[in-house]
């Protein structure tokens, strides 16, 4: 029988993963139903507009027209974290917690290149040139943030 600790640490990293999923999907959805033909539209001036994208490869445009390959990259990462969360034990807050935005991301992105052949991207940064990118995008680098956290608390610095 598992640990309510263990229950409770792969829930919060299921609701986090389902949060993630919900707002990436309908932020998506908002982009492709008022921002098809608008160009780029102001959203905070001077650091973030509006822009809609589609990107048929990963993150900075890497394998482009690779929608199949990278639709079963996200299953994949999709199904191996599912896996890890249900088997690991009581999970660390930063771990779930990356563990849950990293799943949302994927299914987020997942989600599209399987429904849409295509990534939507709509959120672009003014001061600096930088790829479009979205919701799912931006829980995908908190998550490695979140892990990395996790890792340099967990072993620290090397003693000198």
Do not use: E, Y
Request: charged share 10%; aromatic share 10%.
């Amino acid at each position: 029988m598992a640990s309510p600790r263990r229950d409770l640490s792969r829930q919060a990293a299921w609701l986090v993963a389902l949060v993630v999923v919900v707002i990436d999907q309908l932020s998506k959805a908002w982009a492709l139903s008022h921002l098809g033909g608008a160009g780029s539209v102001p959203f905070l001036p001077g650091l973030l507009n509006l822009q809609l994208v589609f990107n048929s490869g990963a993150a900075f445009s890497l394998l482009t027209r690779s929608t199949g390959l990278l639709g079963l990259v996200s299953l994949a990462v999709a199904v191996a974290l599912l896996a890890w969360i249900q088997r690991s034990a009581p999970l660390r807050f930063w771990q779930w917690l990356g563990a849950g935005l990293l799943l949302g991301g994927a299914l987020g992105n997942g989600l599209d290149r399987w429904r849409l052949g295509t990534v939507v991207d709509f959120l672009a940064f003014v001061p600096i040139r930088f790829p479009i990118f979205n919701g799912a995008d931006v829980a995908i680098n908190l998550a490695v943030i979140c892990i990395a956290f996790d890792l340099l608390r967990r072993h620290g610095p090397s003693p000198r």
